[in-house]
């Protein structure tokens, strides 16, 4: 677990204090140096399949969730209880950064899809600033599964994972705001994602991808369908083995294709959205 995480981010945080995992009868809590662990040594969540997809049995989740808060959440820490999602969220898709580095991308892939069943989208992740108000539980998966979102959004592994780096030597030992993870984003992105951070985290529902197809001029038209205006975010969709890359706005576009609506496929595993499919009306 060391090893893993101080792959992605250097030195573990607090040398000079240590790192302990101190047993308990619950199943664990994060304690800067001194993390409480009550898992019953085993793998699992409560030697259960956290995730339902088979890859959590190959690990114990209290120890990698809970001392991966000594990165987010002791050592960058949300100032606000409202974006809380910086310590859980973070740390939730730290999990699966450690499943891609321990056993590969196939099962990171699969396990952080896993956590789709979790996520309820009943409430915004973000809660009133300055408001003793505990966020929801997709603060965990939903806010895991943004930033697996933002990473093909990117579409470029090396770039993200120095941008990752980027975000805990930049906040390290500081208390943030989801605004400074924005700032910093839009700056490597070159883009601005405001309206992106805004539908995931500030709204309850997901993006929506609206696709209509048209058999008899071999097309589909698509659009975003958001709470948030002027919503645009990039996706693959076509077939697996040749995604190509569409860049749908809360306006109507139309593609060529002739894959029709049984095989035009949009990639999912990789972006957190819904898709609606449906064919044109003949006049």
Known sequence: MMEAFQHYFGEYPFVKDGYKLVQVPYSGMEHQSAVTYGNGFTNGYLGKDWT??????????????????????NAVTASDVCDMWIHEGWTTYLECMYVEKVFGYADALK?????????????????????HQGPPGDQYFKGALFLHTLRNVLGDDDKWWALVREVYDTFKYQSIETEDILKLFN??????????????????????????F????????????????????????GERATWQQISPTT????????????????????????????RRESD
């Open 214 to 237: 048209d058999d008899a001029k071999d097309s589909v038209s698509y659009r975003w369908k958001t709470d948030v205006p002027g919503f645009d975010m990039p996706i693959l969709v």
């Open 111 to 131: 396990y952080i899809n896993g956590y789709q069943e979790k996520v309820r989208n009943r409430r915004p992740i973000i809660t009133e600033r300055g408001k």
């Open 187 to 212: 700056k490597r992105f070159g883009m601005d994602l405001q309206p992106v951070f805004d539908q995931y985290l500030r709204h309850a529902q997901l993006p929506l991808l609206e696709l209509v």
């Open 251 to 278: 306006e109507w576009q139309t593609l060529s294709t002739e894959l029709g609506q049984e095989r035009f496929e949009v990639a999912t595993d990789l972006y957190y959205v819904k898709v609606t499919k449906r």
């Open 52 to 73: 339902g997809v088979g890859v959590s049995m190959k690990f114990d989740f209290i120890i990698i969730h809970e001392s991966g808060h000594e990165w987010f959440g």
